[in-house]
C-alpha cells in the first residue's frame, strides 16, 4: 500500500499539499490539487479511515438502535433522520435489535468505544438506568418521554392521543372499545396507552376490558387475522384503536371480504397516517414520526457540535384526520 509520502513524489509537490488535498483542505492550487489526485488514481491509494477516526477523534457516525427494520413505524423515523444526516455529511449505522438486550447492549459499547459518535435509539428493552450510565461516552437521544435524565428524547404524548381517540369514539356512541398493540406491555409507551384506555373509558362511564387489548399486530396479515379473532369472541368490540393504519387496512378489508361493515360493525381508528390510511378512508393520528426522528438525529448533532452544551426534550403534538371508518 502506498503512502502519502510516495504520493507526494509521485505528484512533485509536499506532504503537507498530499495531506491538504486528502483533508480537502481549501487553500491548495488547482494545478497542485490535480496532481495529487492523479497520483492517488495511479498508486491505487485508499486511506485508512479508521486511522484517521483515531487522529481525529469523530467517525461522523451516528448509530441507530431499532428492533425491527421492516416497520412502518421505524422506517418513517429514519427516513427523518437520514434527510438529517445527508444534510450535515453524516453517516448512519443501522443496528437492529430484535428488542435483545445483548443486541442493545452492544451498539451502546460501540459509543463507548468511538466507534460510532452518538446514538439514537427508536425504542429499547433495556433498563433507562442501563441505557443513562453510557452518556458520558457521547450524547444519546432516546424516541420516548424521558425526564431528570442525562439523555435527550423527542416524544409524543401516547395518553392524550389515546384519551383523544377514545372520547371519540365514545361521542360517536360506541361502547365496547378495544385496542390492538405491537409489542409486549413493559414498553414506556404502551404503558401510557394501557393508562390512557382505562382512565379514560372509567371516566366516561364505561367498562375496560383487558381481553380487548390485543397484543403482537404488525402489519397488513395482522389485521386481517384479526378480523378471525374477534368473530371468535363470545362478546367483541364494536369500535378498535388499531396501533398501525396498515393492520388497520388488513382488517377492513378482511372484514368487509366477511360481509362486515366498516363503520357499521366496527368503528376503526388508525395509527401513523399512512398513505394507505387515505387511500381506504381510515380515520386516523399523525404522530409525527419523520419528525422525531429528525428532531433527534438534531439534538445528537448539535450536542456533538457544541451548539448545545447538554441534553434536550422536545414534544411534538400530534395530529387527529377525521375520515370515513368512525
Given at each position: 500500500m502506498p503512502n502519502i509520502k510516495q504520493i507526494a513524489e509521485a505528484a512533485g509537490v509536499s506532504i503537507t499539499t498530499v495531506s491538504?488535498?486528502?483533508?480537502?483542505?481549501?487553500?491548495?492550487?488547482?494545478?497542485?490539487r490535480k496532481a495529487v489526485e492523479e497520483a492517488i488514481r495511479k498508486l491505487n491509494y485508499s486511506r485508512n479511515m479508521n486511522a484517521v477516526h483515531l487522529?481525529?477523534?469523530t467517525t461522523r457516525t451516528i448509530g441507530v438502535v431499532l428492533p425491527r427494520i421492516n416497520l412502518y413505524y421505524f422506517a418513517r423515523m429514519m427516513e427523518g433522520m437520514a434527510q438529517e444526516a445527508l444534510l450535515h455529511n453524516?453517516?448512519?449505522?443501522?443496528?437492529?435489535?430484535?428488542?435483545?438486550h445483548d443486541e442493545e447492549r452492544k451498539v451502546l459499547e460501540m459509543l463507548r468505544n468511538k466507534q460510532i459518535?452518538?446514538?439514537?435509539?427508536?425504542?429499547?428493552?433495556?433498563?433507562?438506568d442501563e441505557v443513562e450510565a453510557y452518556a458520558a461516552y457521547g450524547p444519546i437521544a432516546l424516541c420516548e418521554a424521558v425526564r431528570d435524565r442525562p439523555l435527550s428524547s423527542v416524544y409524543i404524548d401516547h395518553y392524550a392521543i389515546f384519551q383523544k381517540a377514545i372520547t371519540y369514539l365514545w361521542d360517536k356512541g360506541r361502547r365496547r372499545i378495544g385496542f390492538t398493540a405491537g409489542r409486549r406491555r413493559n414498553s414506556p409507551s404502551l404503558r401510557r396507552r394501557l393508562a390512557a384506555y382505562n382512565d379514560t373509558l372509567l371516566a366516561l362511564g364505561g367498562s375496560p376490558r383487558q381481553e380487548w387489548v390485543l397484543d403482537s399486530c404488525y402489519d397488513i396479515g395482522d389485521g386481517a387475522a384479526l378480523v378471525e379473532h374477534l368473530l371468535a369472541m363470545p362478546e367483541r368490540p364494536d369500535a378498535l384503536l388499531i396501533t398501525g393504519d396498515q393492520v388497520a387496512a388488513g382488517f377492513i378489508l378482511a372484514a368487509r371480504s366477511r360481509g362486515l361493515e366498516v363503520p357499521g360493525d366496527f368503528a376503526v381508528i388508525g395509527f401513523d397516517n399512512q398513505p394507505i390510511s387515505a387511500v381506504l378512508g381510515i380515520t386516523t393520528i399523525d404522530n409525527r414520526l419523520s419528525e422525531i426522528g429528525a428532531r433527534a438525529f438534531a439534538l445528537v448533532r448539535s450536542q456533538l457540535a457544541g451548539q448545545r452544551p447538554g441534553p434536550a426534550s422536545e414534544e411534538l403534538g400530534f395530529r387527529f384526520i377525521e375520515r370515513s371508518s368512525v
Open positions: 491538504r488535498v486528502l483533508n480537502d483542505h481549501p487553500y491548495v492550487s488547482e494545478a497542485k487522529i481525529k477523534g453524516y453517516q448512519l449505522m443501522l443496528c437492529q435489535t430484535d428488542y435483545r459518535d452518538g446514538l439514537v435509539i427508536c425504542s429499547r428493552s433495556l433498563p433507562l
